[in-house]
């Protein structure tokens, strides 16, 4: 029967959580700056005769009607907003407080799984080889 690795001894283990924590911070970036940049023009455009006005005669309640009457658009902006908040949120939170227990061993487990997998697994490049 082989043995489990001991993830916490390992320090070159604790590189490879520490890599895909890294990883994942910017593929949630990379998607936040995707949105913004597909999603967000396309709702701006949708409202533009709205924006037209409101550069003109600029009040809160046409903001709210303007969004209203343009549904994809406020749900296409509330998103990139969304995220873009989430995002920082989340990584302010690992930065001041530290990731939390629960976090550590989801990407303990992952870099796991892909040690097992080897190269053939998409993440070996990035996690385990350097």
Same mark, same amino acid.
């Given at each position: 029967?082989?043995?489990?690795?001991?993830?916490?001894?390992?320090?070159?283990?604790?590189?490879?959580?520490?890599?895909l924590h890294k990883l994942t911070v910017y593929g949630r970036w990379l998607l936040v700056v995707f949105?913004? !940049?597909?999603?967000? /023009?396309?709702?701006?455009?949708? $409202?533009?005769?709205? +924006?037209?006005?409101?550069?003109?005669?600029?009040? @809160?309640?046409?903001?709210?009607?303007? !969004?209203?009457?343009? /549904?994809?658009?406020?749900?296409? $902006?509330?998103?990139? +907003?969304?995220?873009?908040?989430?995002?920082?949120? @989340?990584?302010?939170?690992?930065?001041?407080?530290?990731?939390?227990?629960?976090?550590?061993?989801? $990407?303990e487990k992952q870099v796991h799984r892909i040690r097992q997998r080897g190269s053939s697994h998409p993440?070996?490049?990035?996690?385990?080889?350097?």
């Amino acid at each position: 029967m082989a043995e489990v690795e001991q993830p916490s001894s390992d320090s070159s283990f604790a590189r490879q959580v520490q890599r895909l924590h890294k990883l994942t911070v910017y593929g949630r970036w990379l998607l936040v700056v995707f949105l913004w !940049l597909t999603l967000a /023009p396309l709702c701006l455009w949708n $409202l533009r005769t709205e +924006i037209e006005f409101l550069r003109e005669y600029f009040t @809160w309640v046409a903001v709210r009607y303007g !969004l209203l009457f343009h /549904p994809f658009a406020a749900i296409g $902006l509330g998103l990139c +907003i969304g995220m873009t908040l989430g995002v920082l949120v @989340w990584q302010s939170r690992n930065i001041l407080v530290g990731m939390p227990d629960e976090e550590k061993q989801r $990407l303990e487990k992952q870099v796991h799984r892909i040690r097992q997998r080897g190269s053939s697994h998409p993440l070996w490049k990035w996690i385990c080889e350097k």
